[in-house]
């Protein structure tokens, strides 16, 4: 594997970490954890502040001394009388990390007398509500989103006729009456950015057009995707070849579309094996439509765990990602990890601009173009089996590998530093760093560790 080397930073600085707790799985908080790591390792220090009840680090992190974690104790929690089922957990929970945000707005200000942060660096929501005002005039804001509310209600509207057969009015209502609300406050919010990190060009252009956020404050960095999870790629190829869809029943996630397939492929006699993994999200559950694919060559499994995903691509021979909006797709970066080649609509942010052969591109909703591409990639597999898959597995490294990642991010934060020091009366920045004295304040449960 092409390994990238890490070059040490000419500043090593200051971030106030805004977003959701780590973990070691997949979906935002494994990204999350790997971009802690790695930017830990590039020599920034980094206190997060993160708007919920403290849970376990994981131990890579914990053991990195430049890492400091603050918890908001918004003592929300599952299977209470507020979170039984999906919607009013999905609800409740919103609020209570926006309650917690705003309980940060204290932690981060006086971390910040302390010892002045040079960046305040906010993943994967756009909402703003951390940020004490005197912050932000003061010190420069990156927002690295990895979806946008407007991107989401533009689908849930164009599904109407899909949520109807799968949702109650009040759950529609309700989900709806949110999207609109969070793409307002989104809209508000993204303009006090410095730098919109987009994890990928696809997504970047919705942003822009959107939000109306300037193009030349982008930048376009993928995802990482922790490349030792996966083993190195097979050679032989299924009988029959095991086309896995992997990720969310829900919105936008064209299931509508790999309902239909299974049907064509049967139809024209193209002889594969669909095979169908995960679960509903808290506000979209698209599962009652796959009460309608063909049971000759379709399997529904279910949800697995997240430690079960690299066992489930190591048995697929092809990964469809047929989405209709997705700002990255992590499930297809984990399937190129695999040495697993992919059929991905043009909206499917990780391989946008890609080529290769490992990828097949299809058309938003275009079911023949699927099976086509379905049958192309058979073909590929059968003729050259060994290329595809290292092929798929040679991207990943080059693309998505955390520490070539984490390296691009370091070196657009210190450039925005740069610029936002030209002109000033600013001080340097200093080199050495002294780790602040943890202060708990009183009206704010607020809970912090190393």
């Not at 509207?157 to 949702?167: F, P």
């Amino acid at each position: 594997m092409n390994e990238t080397t890490y070059v040490t930073p000419a500043r090593r600085l200051r971030i106030a970490w805004l977003g959701p707790s780590p973990r070691e799985d997949s979906g935002v908080p494994g990204v999350a954890a790997d971009l802690l790591d790695g930017l830990g390792g590039l020599g920034h220090h980094i206190d997060c502040f993160f708007p919920m009840s403290p849970r376990e680090v994981p131990a890579r992190l914990r053991d990195r001394q430049e890492l400091t974690f603050t918890w908001a104790d918004t003592k929300w929690q599952w299977d209470r009388w507020y979170s039984r089922n999906s919607l009013t957990a999905f609800v409740t929970g919103l609020w209570s990390r926006g309650l917690g945000f705003r309980r940060l707005r204290t932690a981060v200000a006086e971390a910040h007398a302390r010892k002045p942060y040079d960046i305040i660096y906010q993943f994967s929501n756009i909402e703003t509500l951390a940020i004490p005002r005197t912050l932000a005039r003061s010190v420069p804001l990156v927002i690295h989103p990895e979806a946008h509310a407007a991107g989401e209600l533009r689908w849930f509207i164009a599904e109407r006729q899909l949520g109807r057969r799968c949702h109650s009015f009040y759950q529609l209502a309700i989900t709806g009456t949110i999207f609109v609300a969070r793409a307002a406050i989104q809209r508000l919010s993204i303009k006090r950015a410095s730098v919109l990190i987009c994890i990928s060009g696809v997504f970047r252009d919705h942003l822009v057009r959107d939000y109306r956020f300037p193009h030349k404050a982008t930048v376009v960095i993928p995802n990482p995707v922790r490349l030792e999870r996966f083993n190195q790629p097979r050679t032989e190829i299924g009988s029959p070849p095991i086309v896995l869809v992997l990720g969310r029943i829900s919105l936008r996630k064209g299931i509508d579309q790999v309902v239909a397939l299974s049907h064509l492929l049967r139809e024209r006699g193209t002889v594969v094996q669909l095979r169908i993994v995960g679960s509903k999200s808290l506000w979209s559950d698209y599962r009652p439509l796959l009460r309608d694919i063909d049971p000759t060559n379709t399997t529904y499994v279910g949800q697995v765990a997240a430690d079960a995903v690299p066992s489930e691509l190591c048995k697929a021979d092809i990964l469809i990602q047929a989405s209709k909006y997705e700002p990255f797709a992590l499930t297809v970066g984990e399937a190129l990890a695999a040495g697993v080649p992919v059929i991905a609509t043009n909206e499917v942010g990780a391989v946008a601009g890609a080529t290769g052969p490992w990828l097949v591109e299809t058309a938003v909703g275009d079911v023949e173009g699927l099976a086509d591409a379905v049958e192309t990639m058979v073909e590929r597999l059968r003729n050259e089996p060994e290329h595809v898959r290292r092929s798929a597995r040679e991207h990943a490294e080059r693309t998505f590998s955390p520490k070539h990642v984490c390296q691009l991010i370091s070196d657009r934060l210190e450039q925005l530093v740069d610029q936002n020091h030209v002109g000033t009366n600013s001080p340097p920045l200093n080199q050495a760093y002294v780790r602040p004295v943890e202060i708990p304040h009183p009206s704010h449960p607020l809970q912090r560790s190393r």
